[in-house]
Every structure is written in structure tokens, then in C-alpha cells.
């Protein structure tokens, strides 16, 4: 039936309403240019820190300004609907949806078509399962249960920057939902108050799980929270100052953001207490409001605020495609103004799209963007659950290079035996709920003395060779590790639950068999970190219990993001030398070995270097060019820990013939 006149007069105003009040929410979130410029600092700040961290290397504070931005616009665009009483969930709900999801979800569209070419079918099924995650906002859940042993590097996830969009998310579901609440039984003065004590008890909160699980704090909701609040409360207690004190405010502002780009580092405990920085700076800058600052209302940082969402989106799988073909130097400029060209491209095509909202909840199957988080969800959990859709039909999935990269993936997941994981406190504590290892690990033989292997996955890695060497000999061996536990005669401080547990109990329990058994030898060894460990205290302690040497076993050479990813590079595919000289390698390790051996040893301690063996600098090019074959096979399996064949040539090859003189040296001496 045909609309009367004045059903469409109705109808025309009920349109206009709505986008009206679209108007409202646009304009608190656009017309504040000290704002978008200050978006400028935050992701500049993060594109150069991810590309070069050295050049930033507290870039990633960054992150924390955003945070503050969007806890002050949207605590704006909810008080605004309180106070004029039509705030509809619904319209805040698809605004946010609109803003965010279509340039996501087209970025993880373009990622898993490139991957479905490209990537071998352990990374696809990465890749799949984080673009699901990302696009149902539950990425830093899953990167935060992630992260753990022999878990990929950060480099190795494209969408691992999707973390904090996950948690603005979830803050824009719960956020609203609590205000409309409390403003039910509490007047707007009262919800600010109720507001700046969550602020401060949600800070606490952070500094307080920083220090206990530094994980879950920074990639969870709870502990980021009150950065978000604190940009509330930048908006709900507007500063009435003088222009004076507010520009000596906003610079204030300025010094404390950049202070902390350039006074931490991503050693520091984040997001403890030093996140005040960034956070109270960025809330200084919008709180003084300064409409004419050269530092944020410049030409260059206007437009780069603009499209700051859309760089951020895309510059982190730059720098992962950079890292995963090893480019050198030159591509982390390509890649800097590629992200700008790519956030301009984003930004211009769809982000400025206008998608049209809702204030019916009738109308919620019409919201497109939901259907993007549909179609991409369902994508990357087909992929997930498919292991990557590992078929001959997928190019990525056949190629020569794929099946190795597949090879060595399987082979990684492969070693227990040889690493002897039954020895390992974290997987038993992990797998099986119990700190309880197998007791052939630790039980006294027959045989007096022999030799006890202690350290992290990096020790496990050389069980295999000194089984088989010492067994040849008829020499006792023992082993206590867990993952990613350095040795220590102290509660460890570098690891967070469950690691944490797991490290501190495995050094117990190696203290107490070493003193029991009273081995010849302790060798210890540990991923890396040498230099920064008290070997003469170590040493002490040891000697105390009845052994007569300490032998550390130095770092590996190390590669990014892997060794089997490094040798499917062009240059290195064809090719079959055993040593290779990649931008990959890892130039730290060989550092700490260096100053390792520049260390005057205490009394019954001795260091073997694995670099001297494995690498050598050539003097023409001034290059590192390191083993990474033996017999045909890779020496590792991923970044650093030893294939079985690895393990063996290790051993055999560079430990065993020191090992076994420092064995009868003890062994006589005892007599």
C-alpha cells in the first residue's frame, strides 16, 4: 500500500533524527584537531618502533595514547546521550561497528587470498585462526593463552597487532552498558566520581597483575581499562584554566609522551606503573585543549591522523612480510611509505564509506558490517580446521618450499624424545597438572658421579647427543629442565605463571638431585642471556654440593624468524653450502658469546663457545656466515633449537672431546 503524506514527512524526520544524532557522536569524534594530531604521534611512534625499534624504542606506548583518545571520545559521545536522554546502545554499537570492522576485515581478506598462495600450511592455519580471532574481537585472548613454549615468534603473527583493537572492543560493548546502569541510581556527578575511582583502582589494578602475570596484563581488558577511563575523565572534568597554563600544560603533555617513547623499552614491565607516561601525557594534551599547536594542528600530522586507523592496520604485516623473506635495510623504508600509502588507499576507499546505521533492533540483520565478520570468520575457521587446507589444490600448501617448511614444522613438534620432555617440569605441570617428571630423570644409577644437564629448552636440545655419547662411554646422565627456565639458585623474576612455577620448582628439584647424586659434571646451558647470569655464585653453590665442574655451554646461532624459513629464500633455496651468511642471523647471541669469553672464569668453571664452531666472519665482507646443515639436514628445526641431527653434530663434534677430558679429570681427581 502506497505511503501517505504524511507517513513519509514521518518517516523523513525519523531519518533525520537519526542522522542527527549520527552528527553528534561524528562531531565529538572529528572536530578536535589537537586529536587527530595527536593520533599522528601515536602511530608514527608505532610504525617506526615495529620497523626499526631501535629508532623508537618505546614506540609501543603508542598504543596506550590511542587507548586514551578513544576512552575520551567515547565516554563524550555517552554522556552526551545520558544528558539529552536519547543514547541509544543499538546506534553506538553499529557506529563503532561501521568505524572499525570494513578496513579489518578487508585487510584480513587481502591476507588469507595471499596466504592461500603463499603461506606453507602451518603458517595459513596462523593465519586463519587470527584473522577469526581478529574479526570477533578475541584476538588478545588468543595471542595472550598463545604465548608459550616453542610458541611462533611476534614476527611470525600478521595479525598480531590486532590486539588492542580487541580490547577498545570490548571496552565499547561493556563501557555503555555499565554507564547506562549506574546512571539509573546515581546523578551525573556522581557517575564522574564513581568514574575517576575506577580510574585509580583500575591503575592499581595494572601496576599490581604487571608484576604477576605481565601477559595476561598486556594484551587483557582489566589491565588496560583505566587508560581508557583516564581519557573519560579528561572529558567529564573539562580544564577552565588560562590559555597560558593550558599551552604550559599540553607541552607538559608532549614531554612526558616523549619521554617515554625514548625512555623504555619493550624490557620494561608493561603496562606497570611506568605507563603513567604516555597515558597521563596523552590526557594533559586533551585536556588543554590547545586548538592552535604547531606540534599537532601542522599540515603533515592532520593528514596522517586522518588515516592513522588504516596505517596501523596495515603497516604490521609489512614488517611481518619484511621479517619473513629476510629483506634487507632498504625494504624498512619501502615498507614505512608503504604503510602510508596503503593507510591513505584504506582510509580514502573504505573507511570514508559511508555505511548507514540503525535505532532498531529490528534492523540489526541490516548492518553490513556484520556480515564481513561473518564471512571472515567463517574463512579463518575453515582454514584453522582444515590444518591450513594442506591439499595439493592449494599452490601454497604444494610447492617444494612448502613441504619443507612443513617437514620441519612436524619435526618440531616431534622431539619429545629426543629433548626428553618427560624431564620437563613446564610440559608436566601443563599436560598433566602435576610437577611430577619422570623418575628416570633424576634417580641415582649404579654408577657413581656422571654428568647432569640443567637449563631451559635450549639444554633439552643437546639430551639426544650426550645420551648417546655418554651411554657409549658408560657415563651416568641425568637431566633437569623446564621451559625457558635458566638456571638459577633464586626465584626467577623473567618468567609469569605457570612459567613461572614451573622454573622455579624445576631449579629446586635440580639443586636437591644434584646434591644427592653428587654428579662429576653439571653442564647448563639456556637460550641466551649468558652474560647477565652470576656463574660465580652458580659455581659456589655447586661445588658446595659435591660437584667438582660447571660447564656452560654457550648460545646457539640464532635466526629470524627461522632457520627452515630462512633457507626457502631464493638465494639459499638452490644452493646446498653449509654455511650461510642471512640478514636473519641473529647478531646478539654472537655478542654474548663474545663477552662470555672475555669473562675471567671462577675457580671449577669452564665455558664452551658453540659459536666459535658455528660461525666465522669473513674478513672480505665483514659478514657472520654460520653452519646450517649437517649431513644434508637443517642444524635446527625453528629459530634456535637443535634437529636431532643437530643435537648430534653439536655434541660429537664441538662438546664431546672437552666434555669427556674436564669427566676424567674429575673422576681421577676423586680418588
Known sequence: ?????????????????????????????????????????????????????????????????????SGFLMTGVIFEGIKHGDFSILRFYVARANRIIPALA?????????????????????????????????SNVVYWRESGYFDASSLEKWLLHTWSLSVEWQFYILYPLILLGISKFFAVRKMKLLILIATVSGFLFSVFVTYKSPTAAYYLLPTRAWEMLIGGIAYLYPLGAQETKKKILGITGFFLIAGSYFYVSAETAWPGYMALFPVMGSFLVIWAHQSNSFITNNHLFQKIGTWSYSIYLWHWPIV????????????????????GLLGFLSHHYIEQYKFLSYDNWKAFFRIKPLYFVVAVAAAGWCIDLSDGVDTVL?????????????????????????????CNTYTSLNKHNTYDIDP??????????????????????????????????????????SAGCRASLDEVTHQRGIFRKACDHSNKVALESIERIKPNIVLIAQANEHDRTDWDRITRELLRLGVSRV???????????????????????KNNDEFISDIGLDLDVIEIDGRMKQVKPPIGFEYISLIDELCKKNIADSKYYCRVRTEGKLLQVDYGHLSEAGSLFVVNRIISNRLLVLYNDTTSSRF
Not at 600448501?397 to 612448502?402: G, N, Q
Open 106 to 138: 578487508a585487510l584480513c581478506f587481502v591476507l588469507l587470498v595471499w596466504g592461500w598462495f603463499y603461506l606453507t600450511p602451518f603458517d595459513f592455519k596462523s593465519l586463519g585462526k587470527s584473522a577469526a580471532a581478529s574479526v570477533t574481537f578475541l
Open 440 to 481: 628416570v630423570c633424576i634417580e641415582k644409577q649404579h654408577s657413581s658421579g656422571g654428568v647432569f644437564l640443567w637449563g631451559d629448552s635450549h639444554a633439552e636440545s643437546l639430551s639426544l647427543g650426550l645420551r648417546t655419547l655418554l651411554k657409549s662411554k658408560n657415563i651416568p646422565f641425568y637431566q633437569k629442565t
Open 320 to 339: 611481518v612480510a619484511i621479517n619473513y623473506f629476510s629483506l634487507d635495510g632498504l625494504f624498512v623504508y619501502l615498507g614505512i611509505a608503504l604503510s
Open 394 to 422: 592449494r599452490q601454497g600448501a604444494s610447492s617444494d618450499e612448502a613441504v619443507f617448511l612443513n617437514y620441519y614444522a612436524k619435526k618440531h613438534k616431534d622431539l619429545g624424545e629426543a629433548y626428553w620432555h618427560k
Open 1 to 69: 500500500m502506497p505511503c501517505t503524506q504524511a507517513q513519509i514527512s514521518a518517516l523523513a524526520l525519523a531519518h533525520k533524527t537519526i542522522f542527527k544524532k549520527l552528527f553528534l557522536e561524528e562531531s565529538i569524534l572529528k572536530f578536535r584537531k589537537d586529536i587527530n594530531g595527536l593520533r599522528a604521534i601515536a602511530v608514527i611512534a608505532v610504525v617506526l618502533f615495529h620497523f626499526k625499534p631501535t629508532w623508537v624504542p618505546g614506540g609501543f606506548a603508542g598504543v596506550d595514547v590511542f587507548f586514551v583518545i
Open 551 to 573: 660447564v656452560v655451554v654457550g648460545p646457539l646461532s640464532q635466526w629470524k624468524p627461522s632457520l627452515p624459513k630462512i633457507m626457502i629464500k631464493p638465494k639459499n633455496w
